[in-house]
């Protein structure tokens, strides 16, 4: 089955580690993006990128560092930079044309805590 | 610059009544509106999204969400809720012909279905 494949589904950090985060998606899609989850703050997006080798910030990418050497994969590393980094982290994917285009696929998350 | 407001954080219905999830936009232009839906600790579901056509949209599980030009509105809508709807309720936009903007979403709407 296709689909979106976010690792590990839970992460602990140690102060002052980078830490990174797996997305891979076999769906064949243009864009990939990242999310932060907080509570009563929505979705705020980190990075996205939209083909391979190529990325751009998004609202919140002060900390965060990502890379898209492969279509299939986009890795958020977190670094040691990011203050607050506790949260729940969203990846997802979708194709930029066609009938599908901009409805997102999402991965099932990973749950970063700092410790 | 494009924006989501979802004006509610919590709605509460008794099963079996209808239910209404708010969402009003911001954009430059023609919308690209969608709905996704979160279970706890899960990634977003797709529910529905409106692009052109008509205002009324048909979605997964029962829902649908009609689009108001002059309200600038897309509310989610079900006629009989169920428990098993219970779960957080994501808005989101873009411009039509706005390049490959990412989705921007709105906070997110809280929905309780009490038996």
């Known amino acids: 089955d296709g689909g979106i494949t976010q690792s590990p589904k839970y992460l602990f950090r140690k102060e002052g580690q980078n830490v990174t985060l797996s997305c891979e998606q076999n769906l064949n899609h243009d864009a990939m993006y990242w999310y932060r989850q907080d509570p009563g703050q929505g979705l705020r997006l980190i990075y996205y990128?939209?083909?391979?080798?190529?990325?751009q910030k998004g609202d919140i990418a002060e900390g965060y560092s990502v890379s898209r050497e492969k279509k299939e994969s986009f890795p958020l590393t977190v670094t040691s930079a990011q203050k607050n980094p506790t949260a729940f982290y969203l990846c997802?994917?979708?194709?930029?044309?066609?009938?599908?285009?901009?409805?997102?696929?999402f991965g099932s998350g990973t749950r970063l805590t700092v410790v | 610059a494009q924006s989501v407001a979802q004006p509610e954080d919590q709605v509460n219905v008794a099963e079996g009544n209808p239910l209404t999830v708010k969402c009003t936009y911001s954009v430059s232009g023609n919308p690209y509106l969608f709905w996704y839906v979160q279970y706890p600790n899960r990634g977003l579901q797709f529910l529905l999204k409106?692009?052109?056509?008509?205002?009324l949209v048909k979605g997964s599980y029962g829902f649908e969400a009609e689009f108001n030009k002059s309200q600038t509105s897309f509310h989610l809508k079900k006629p009989s809720a169920l428990v098993s709807d219970s779960a957080l309720y994501f808005c989101a936009v873009r411009a039509l012909n706005s390049g490959n903007t990412p989705l921007v979403f709105g906070k997110g709407t809280r929905l309780s279905v009490i038996a």
């Open positions: 997802a994917s979708t194709p930029l044309t066609g009938p599908g285009a901009y409805g997102y696929t």
């Open positions: 409106y692009i052109t056509g008509d205002n």
């Open positions: 990128s939209q083909i391979v080798n190529d990325f």
